[in-house]
Nanobody
Framework: QVQLVESGGGLVQAGGSLRLSCAAS????????MGWFRQAPGKEREFVAA????????ALADSVKGRFTISRDNAKNTVYLQMISLKPEDTAVYSC???????????????????WGQGTQVTVSS
């Protein structure tokens, strides 16, 4: 059974940092594009970041550029999202997702991701 399990969320003050992890099991995602998305209450899920499987290329939403970094450790089948200078508007449930390994583009569309984790809550207080 394929599983993506996020961890590392929590409550942090504005300006603080968190590192989210997404551990994959059930199959290897070492050749899959991986992404992070977030959904705030009352809002649609939105793209945050994506990373390719090889010489890592990344894509970031404009709202997080300069503050968030996506990385991966293929040996551990894990993807990370390092978040610094957090703002109250970053509060959301953060989910990781994986594309089918045959699809290589750093898509920002939720419909392009096949596997999803349950999400981890990030709350940034002002």
């Amino acid at each position: 059974q394929v599983q993506l399990v996020e961890s590392g969320g929590g409550l942090v003050q504005a300006g603080g940092s968190l590192r989210l992890s997404c551990a994959a099991s059930g199959r290897s995602f070492s050749r899959s594009v991986m992404g992070w998305f977030r959904q705030a209450p009352g809002k649609e899920r939105e793209f945050v970041a994506a990373i390719s499987w090889d010489v890592p290329m990344t894509a970031l939403a404009d709202s997080v550029k300069g503050r968030f970094t996506i990385s991966r450790d293929n040996a551990k089948n894990t993807v990370y999202l390092q978040m610094i200078s957090l703002k109250p508007e970053d509060t959301a449930v953060y989910s990781c997702a994986a594309r089918d390994s045959s699809l290589l583009s750093l898509s920002r569309a939720t419909r392009d991701y096949l596997y999803w984790g349950q999400g981890t809550q990030v709350t940034v207080s002002s």
